[in-house]
């Protein structure tokens, strides 16, 4: 049968074990060899059971179109998988390891599972603007339900089976030896005179049709806020497996997967979710170091998100203040937040407790003594008495000669943290941040470069290119709607107000520009910390202010406004070019760590795939020429980067580099 299966048949049972490849995919090669040996033991009057299996401690698994990386062009997975469904003789599909997508697929379509107790699945489908195409949106509901199958294929995680919501798609747990489970297993099967037990035909999941209902119906109101098209796909066809008889609601399904296949959508989350993977193979090293406890210094409000940060995932926390009311603030504070997720059902009380057993804090001379790392979190910490040969590393603006951590705001829940190595940094430093990353459930985007972060690169791109759009006429207000519509959580001048005007100000802009934060410092405007910004700050949701739109006229004459998609590709098109200077400057390796952090730090929606994959569904060759004719003094900002002429002209992007 090839080496993607291994056959073996002892008294009537044949076990048919994948051979998993240096990634665990399935491919084409070993679905065909799969279809092979179905036909081949369904006709084989010897053969009374068949056993799916992995060869080794992983079943193969993973998305199979060509958009999640697959080779599985015709979708013969689908095709594989009714097959197993219809077999005259029981089919038992025996799961270890991590087993994602098809894999899982493959296993729904068996007559009876047999899971090992640390096997996780999960689809990361929806992830990659996909929608599972061999069954899985018909099937699981049948076994589980509508609440439970919407988590599973909207919710994209890796999930135990152990747990009461999964439990039932098990027929039997074992945490022994897998020949013997199977043997165990096999047993009890004949003892019950067991036969084929079609998925198709059960019913388990459908049997409370107002929770069914009610499933999706709480996923609905989620699914039709966002503007993502595959969860709406996935959640429809999960409607459709109530109403429709199995081959309907397989053809409902592939009509939905087609829909969202090769779609605008669909490739920037699929380059997204890859690029993910490229940024977190830094973070899956075999050489990091353990890290158990971290020192904090200073009780800044950043200083404490670190340390729940820290917290959260079970760190000992040593945090250092000198000032006696700045201790019981900050440490208040914290006791606060933990205090309030248990109230709200996020942490239990038991954790919350042994989330302030982690936590010793104080000015004692030897609190950072069993520290591996030491994080300068405050100004004017200096003399804090870190033990000699420490790691301390800057969490500041600002940069250091070594190593610097840039925590995504808000650091206790961000899930991103930029290690800048500065120019007496080492490998150990790099090891060091990376390891703090992992321990943290952090991205890390790496810079080898020293300088200034490219998180802050972006931002001050961003506020740049708006500022200069107001100078020639355009209303900030205007400009925030263009890019709130097409996705961005908060567009420039909102985030000038979040931030604080006077952090915005302190960046002066070339040519004559304005920088129109500093302008509204001069109105005594500071922005929402103060109530008044660029917008009138409340109770509700921020305002506009006629008043200001009429000063900043007065401050340059008003022309007529650009069209909203224009605007959208200059600003779109600056925020790109700081990237690809960064690029150019080999600040970063890649364009993965760009969209990335760009996605991460809320800069661009995750449907829209990251900046630089952004700007390349604008368009390249539309987006230079726009910025290369507007008639503004900022030339540097403006002028793209010579690597976009080279993309147009060899019509490739950014996904290429």
Known sequence: MGTET?????????????TPGPSSRLTVAMLAAINDALTRLSADPETHIIVLRGKGAVFPSGITVPQGGGDDRKNLLSDVCRQIELCPKPVIAVLTGAVVGGGVELALAAHYRLVHRQTRIGFPNARLGLVPSAGATQRLPRLIGADATLDLLIGGALVPLTGEKYASLADAFFDDATDDAIQRFLGDLRAKGAGPR???????????????????????????????????????????????????????EEAAAE???????????????????KVAAQVRRNDLPDISTIGVLGGSAIAGQIVLAALEVGLGVRWFIKDPDQLRDAVGHVRHVLQQAVQTGRLTNERMQRSLEALRFGDAQDLLQDTQIVLRATRGQRGAPVPAGSVIAHCLPGVDARLSLQFAAPAATARLVEVILGPEATEDHRRLGLSLARRMNKMAIVQTTPGTGIHDRLLQALWRAADALVDLGQ?????????????????????????????????????????????LLQLDRQ??????????????????????????????????????????????????NAGAKALRETVVPRTAEIDVLSVFAHLVPTWRGGIMHAVGAEGLLKTTREMDALDHPDKELWTPDPVFAELIKYGRSFDDL
């Open 6 to 18: 291994e056959i073996t048949v002892t008294e009537g049972v044949a076990q048919i074990a994948l």
């Open 259 to 277: 829909d969202c296949a090769d779609t605008e959508q669909s490739k920037a989350l699929s380059h997204l979710f890859h690029a993910e993977q």
């Open 527 to 576: 922005g929402r910390a103060t109530g008044r910004g660029f917008y009138h700050h409340g109770p509700d949701a921020p305002t506009r202010d006629a008043e200001l739109q009429h000063k900043i006229n007065e401050r340059r004459a008003p022309q007529s406004n650009l069209p909203t998609d224009q605007i959208r590709r200059l600003v779109i098109g600056a925020v790109a």
């Open 475 to 519: 209303s900030p207000y205007t400009i925030d709607a263009a890019l709130r519509d097409w996705g961005m959580l908060h567009p420039p001048y909102e985030l000038a107000d979040r931030i604080g005007l006077d952090v915005v100000s302190r960046h002066p802009r070339a040519g004559g520009g304005q920088n129109w934060s500093g302008f």
């Open 198 to 252: 079609p998925t198709a035909d059960l019913r388990t999941g459908f049997a409370d049709a107002a929770a069914y209902q009610a499933g999706l119906n709480r996923a609905r109101t989620s699914v039709d806020a966002s503007p993502e098209v595959a969860p709406r796909k996935i959640l429809a066809a999960v409607e459709a497996a109530m109403l429709l008889p199995i081959d309907a609601g397989l053809a409902f």
